[in-house]
């Protein structure tokens, strides 16, 4: 991993991404702290090009974004349409909230789904990867969600956005998932788990919890990974998101200057 490859998800910092003037403010924090690319995640009404040309103002590049789950599945072109205007290779599925993993009707009819929409963004140059959570480390008729996803899709048409923490919460090993996709993770999310003095899981800011970064980092290098994209859904520290995202950053840079 080097300091190049390290990005921030906006969505760490959607509160502060509701107008034009806000994003362009973000952007320039984001900057600031170091981050040289960002994903588009959680971001309030804007035109694309706007969007873009503030990136660009900011020296900043669009390394991935996430979009609305039913356009992916139902019109992929428009998002072909909007990454090519961010001139970003990269979107990911970001969560299925209307899929019904209770049967493997609905599982099969979603990954036939996916698989389509991934060959669709890939006839444009674009590449669909899949963001996991815990939901997918429910097991149906003796299938691991996650794996059923990624054995029954071609792995030219759909890859893989791995996040860290719901990967751990879900109890799996985030470095052997990064070994099994090896080839096909072309994202992940960087974020830790920690257990509060309530026993209760918690987000975390990268090297603040108890997961084994030295093993991850290099197993996604092993696997090829483009993009290490930090992400804190909340439990920012002093609520604040973006001393939460220049803490994982600081961490993540000492980590690629050894």
């Given at each position: 991993m080097r300091v190049e490859q390290v990005a921030a998800q906006l969505y760490t910092l959607r509160d502060?991404?509701?107008?034009s003037e806000q994003i362009s403010k973000t952007l320039r924090q984001?900057?600031?702290?170091?981050?040289?690319a960002v994903q588009i995640s959680g971001v309030g009404p804007i035109d694309p090009r706007e969007l873009a040309s503030i990136l660009?103002?900011?020296?900043?590049?669009?390394?991935?974004?996430?979009?609305?789950a039913q356009v992916i599945l139902e019109t992929p072109e428009a998002v072909v349409e909007k990454l090519s205007i961010l001139n970003c290779e990269h979107t990911a599925y970001p969560y299925p909230a209307d899929v019904d993993f209770s049967s493997m009707r609905g599982l099969?009819?979603?990954?036939?789904?996916?698989?389509?929409?991934?060959?669709?963004?890939?006839?444009?140059?674009?590449?669909?990867?899949?963001?996991?959570?815990?939901?997918?480390f429910r097991?149906?008729?003796?299938?691991?969600?996650?794996?059923?996803?990624?054995?029954?899709?071609?792995?030219?048409?759909l890859k893989a956005e791995l996040d860290t923490h719901w990967?751990?919460?879900?109890?799996?090993?985030?470095?052997?998932?990064c070994r099994k996709l090896s080839g096909r993770m072309p994202l992940i999310h960087l974020k830790d788990y920690a257990i509060d003095a309530d026993r209760?899981?918690?987000?975390?800011?990268?090297?603040?919890?108890?997961?084994?970064?030295?093993?991850?980092?290099?197993a996604a290098d092993g696997a090829g990974c483009r993009w290490f994209i930090v992400e804190q859904d909340g439990d920012w520290v002093n609520n604040d998101p973006f001393r939460s995202l220049r803490t994982s950053f600081?961490?993540?840079?000492?980590m690629a200057s050894r």
């Open positions: 502060h991404l509701n107008t984001v900057r600031k702290i170091g981050y040289q660009d103002g900011e020296g900043l590049q669009c390394c991935a974004t996430h979009e609305n099969k009819s979603f990954v036939k789904q996916l698989n389509a929409a991934g060959e669709a963004l890939r006839a444009a140059g674009k590449t669909l990867s899949y963001h996991n959570h815990d939901i997918e097991r149906i008729k003796d299938h691991l969600i996650l794996e059923y996803i990624y054995d029954n899709t071609d792995p030219e048409n990967v751990q919460a879900g109890g799996g090993n985030t470095a052997a998932w209760r899981r918690r987000f975390a800011e990268v090297g603040s919890g108890n997961m084994d970064w030295t093993g991850i980092i290099s600081r961490y993540l840079k000492d």
